[in-house]
């Protein structure tokens, strides 16, 4: 148990602005532009600071009574440099009119990341145990022979939500959350947008359950072609990214794509020889920051630089 590091300290400050101050601007102010809630109380989710606002509100009044907390079986791990998660379940007393009463049960789980110096909460999970075989399940879950269930299944349900469905890639939030990170961090990459041509014609021809198997052959091929610590997603439709970070040789991953590209041509021949398709791949070799916008723009426009000249390859554009 790790009372004493700031992680803990992160959580107590929570603790005390949610529960005993119920100071909505302090616990704004902990949390990052980004942060994700998965819900309170069986809420929809918050997927930004606006929305996390909003969510307070409706949990946070002006006449909130105040509540003592005793914060039972807390763990923390840190999952990559500057991020941690800790999870902890704690029994309050609200204070109503001098009068300690009803007695409830938390499960908490907090996102702590560091910036510029700063721990801030990027995921929070918050839920409410109402009755006594709850508290019990709960017990069991603190207390457990090997690794706690709570955040394992957590895990789990934080890698689905930011997953494509049908690829498994990431999807575009995730996506574009994870290069926002990278750019922020400085250094050379590679951004790259690509589409499928004439993609609608494997849908026309031989239907959409075959144009999903199509999706799913690009989203391997590319998988399984650049390193893990690369972030590929598909951005929507037959449009895939993939970030680049850090990448030191142009030339290596020019051959990729040929290959990649090499590879969906014969695919198109053998199992869809009805119709004509390809790759086309725009990119952008850079060390400027920019935003995600900004960058997913200039490859789009050179993507179609590339279609405009028949299809079937890649430009990759350096700044």
Known sequence: MAEKSFVYETLLLFLDSYFICGDRETVLQMSTEDIYCIGVQGEAPAFNKEDFGK???RH???????????VNGYREK???PGNWICYCEIETYMD???DKLNLSWWGITLGVQMSQGIYKISLIHLSEMKNWAQRGEALRKLYPDGENPFIESL????????RDPLTGLYNRKAGESLINQALN???EYIFLLMDIDNFKAVNDVYGHLKGDIMLKYVADKIRKSFRDTDVIFRLGGDEFVVFIYPCKNRQAIEQKLEKIIEDYGKN?????PHISSALSWGGVFSGKK?????????ADKIMYQVKHRGGKGYLIEEE
Do not use: N
């Open 78 to 80: 840190m999952l990559s």
């Open 96 to 98: 109503i009119d001098g």
């Open 268 to 272: 198109i021949r053998e199992d869809f």
């Open 185 to 187: 961090s400085g250094g």
């Open 55 to 57: 969510l307070l509100q």
């Open 155 to 162: 895990y789990r349900h934080l890698e689905e939500s930011s």
């Open 60 to 70: 946070i009044t002006d006449d909130s009574a105040s509540a003592v907390y005793e």
């Open 290 to 298: 920019r935003s995600f916008t900004e960058l997913y723009q200039k």
